[in-house]
């Protein structure tokens, strides 16, 4: 199974700043995915990112407050704007295929 | 709506007793099955997961569970509890719809484990 690295590992941020997540795969895979986990929650994925293309967003997130990259097969980016404290939770990406998650970013918005 | 659905929000058994976490699923077709584990603070790890075949799929970690169509259900199972298998346990299901493995998570199952 691919293995994946994501940065940074937690984060305390003020509200109305950004964030961006990165997440890195020691394989070429062709769907990456990012989930939210809020507090005592399941998890909610928020899009699929596919290289050279936009992401798919699910409903009820958009783009503008979550903007994602995918500039080549092993590498992606989430960021999370404008935060507020609603936004504290834990993100985490993921590969298809192999259905493997990476350690997750645990984010407090103060 | 595909849906996943863990009913015991909270299990506790005692340490060395058999152990089922129960998992029932809502899809058109048959999806495909996982189950996840997850300690405090720490991401997802997968146990065990199902795509078609042998309906009893082992695991990582001493776990198993069973896929009953009849039921729609993939209940995750243990012999034997350690301590160190107390965390938060996920269900999720996928399916490749339009290109997209998404997964669809259910709710979690925490176990407590007492000595």
């Known amino acids: 199974s691919a293995v994946i690295s994501q940065k940074p590992s937690r984060d305390i941020c003020q509200r109305g700043t950004s964030l961006t997540i990165q997440c890195q795969v020691d394989s070429q895979v062709t769907m990456m995915f990012w989930y939210r986990q809020q507090p005592g929650q399941s998890l909610t994925l928020i899009a699929t990112?596919?290289?050279?293309?936009?992401?798919?967003?699910e409903s009820g997130f958009v783009i503008d407050k979550f903007p994602i990259s995918r500039p080549n097969l092993t590498f992606s980016t989430l960021t999370v704007s404008n935060m507020s404290p609603e936004d504290s939770s834990i993100y985490l990406c993921?590969?298809?295929?192999?259905?493997?998650f990476g350690s997750g970013t645990r984010l407090t918005v103060v | 709506a595909q849906s996943v659905t863990q009913p015991d929000i909270h299990i506790t058994v005692s340490e060395g007793a058999s152990l089922e976490l129960r998992c029932n699923y809502s899809y058109g077709a048959t999806p495909y099955l996982f189950w996840y584990v997850q300690s405090p603070g720490q991401g997802l790890q997968l146990l065990l997961k199902y795509f078609s075949g042998d309906t009893l799929v082992q695991g990582i970690k001493g776990f198993e569970a069973e896929f009953k169509r009849s039921q729609s259900s993939f209940n995750l199972r243990k012999p034997s509890v350690h301590w160190s298998d107390a965390a938060e346990y996920f269900c999720a299901a996928g399916a490749v719809q339009g290109g997209s493995e998404k997964l669809v998570f259910g709710k979690g199952t925490k176990l407590t484990v007492n000595p």
């Open positions: 990112a596919n290289q050279g293309s936009e992401a798919t967003y």
């Open positions: 993921s590969v298809g295929q192999g259905y493997t």
